[in-house]
């Protein structure tokens, strides 16, 4: 008779293989040991049978229902890994119980092993059809409950895993969405929706030309004395009113916010999109903001007023700076504006020539005499009041 030698290598393969084949069968007795089972029998010997079974190959935690309808009720309120199903019991069958939870999202997918006598084998197959994960025949065997057991608790492991990757995946992909939802209303704070989706596309740098435009600039006339007496809580309180009423009327006005310089307010309307009717709609605007100054006034017992300045006519609107940008005005139509706030009357909206000649009969015209305007010298202006009106 020949003699086999193992040679060392023959025994490290050996070796190996039978560590993994330990490490396999802890895997199933933790597998078994953790799982949770529902055991569905109307036969009370049956459910007395299968749970003996079940822990002899290492299955510890084991609930029992009567019929069909109990089954349903445990499974909808409770938390198991696998259900044995007898395919025929009085008053609900397997494949019954099987339907219902097909139209069930919590129940459809649950894995569930049929049990046969084998006389019943259609209804089995029918079972199969229906969603069940497998079948054990009666009487049961040992290593065939085993496998089959941990083999549909591990589906079930790895379907909740891949459930879990899914709703965090899901959750990411929210969160993702309201960061960058975030993002978005963050750089409409600061930008015009046009310019940001321009920026947000890939343009380094963005200069417009812009013909016809007109542009307010609102400056608070008494805050600075009105500061002395103030706290400072109490001081941005009421600024942070001011021009968050501003803002609103902005809003409504469809024209675009520039920004604010300290206590002063700078708007335009026909940037960055055009609009005809650009003079009328910061004029009223300018109205709207004295109307929501007055109010404020009469909440906070203030006697604040604000001088309204409008221009209209060419400018270059472009976003500069790398770090806190900002989308602004430059050309001689913004410098004019702001000498038509200063050189203005509180409480009175005061517009240049150019603008006059915008409004048309949308506005009542006074004349206001001549200011004196750098670069350019004496230049006749108005002061608008609402139709109807003739004067202050």
């Given at each position: ?8 290598a023959?025994?490290a ?15 199933t ?6 799982a949770r089972?529902?055991?569905v029998?109307?036969?009370?010997m ?20 009567a019929?069909?309808?109990?089954a349903?009720?445990?499974l ?6 696998l259900m044995l ?6 008053e609900m069958t397997?494949?019954e ?10 129940l ?10 084998g006389q ?13 994960d497998?079948y054990?025949?009666?009487p049961?065997s ?8 941990t083999?549909s608790?591990?589906?079930?492991r ?13 959750a ?10 975030k993002?978005e209303?963050?750089?409409l ?10 920026l ?9 030309a ?11 006339v ?27 009327i ?15 307010y700078?708007?335009?309307g ?28 009469q ?24 770090h ?41 015209l ?16 108005f002061?608008v009041?609402?139709?109807?009106s003739?004067?202050?």
């Open positions: 008779m020949d003699l086999i030698v193992s040679t060392p023959q025994a393969i050996d070796a190996q293989t039978a560590a993994q084949a330990l490490s396999a069968e802890r895997r007795a933790q597998l078994l040991e953790q089972l529902l055991v029998d109307d036969s009370k049956m459910r007395m049978g299968i749970p003996r079974s079940l822990r002899q190959i290492g299955v510890q935690q084991i609930e029992e229902a019929n069909g309808r109990q349903l009720e445990r909808q309120n409770e938390n198991f890994d199903l007898d395919v025929e019991m009085p397997g494949l119980v099987l339907a219902q939870m097909q139209q069930n999202p919590r459809k997918g649950f894995p569930v092993i049929v049990i046969s006598g019943d084998i259609e209804d089995v197959v029918r079972c199969i059809e229906m969603g069940a497998d054990l025949p009666k049961f040992q290593v065939l409950l085993k496998a089959r057991l083999s608790i591990e589906k079930k790895l379907r909740d895993m891949e459930l879990l990757r899914r709703q965090q995946l899901q990411q992909h929210e969160q993702l969405e309201k960061e960058q939802e993002t209303n963050l750089l704070n600061i930008l015009p929706r046009s310019v940001s989706q321009r947000k596309a890939g343009e380094k740098r963005i200069a417009d812009h013909q016809e435009v007109s542009v307010l600039f609102a400056d608070l008494g805050f600075t004395q009105l500061s002395k007496g103030l706290s400072a809580e109490r001081l941005v309180e009421i600024l942070d009113q001011i021009f968050s009423d501003f803002d609103a902005v809003g409504a006005a469809g024209v675009e916010k520039i920004k604010t310089i300290g206590d002063c700078m708007l335009v026909g940037v960055p999109e055009p609009r005809a009717d650009h003079a009328v709609a910061v004029v009223q605007a300018g109205f709207d903001m004295l109307a929501a100054m007055a109010r404020i006034n909440q906070h017992g203030t006697e604040l007023q604000i001088r309204v300045g409008v221009n209209s006519g060419p400018v270059v609107a472009g976003v500069i700076g790398m806190k940008f900002t989308y602004d005005l430059w050309g001689n139509t913004v410098n004019v504006a702001s000498r038509m706030e200063s050189t203005g009357t509180p409480g009175r909206v005061h517009v240049s020539p150019s603008t006059a000649r915008h409004l048309g009969a949308h506005f009542v006074e004349p206001r005499g001549s200011v004196s305007v750098k670069g350019i010298g004496e230049v006749e202006t002061f009041n609402p139709p109807g003739v004067g202050p």
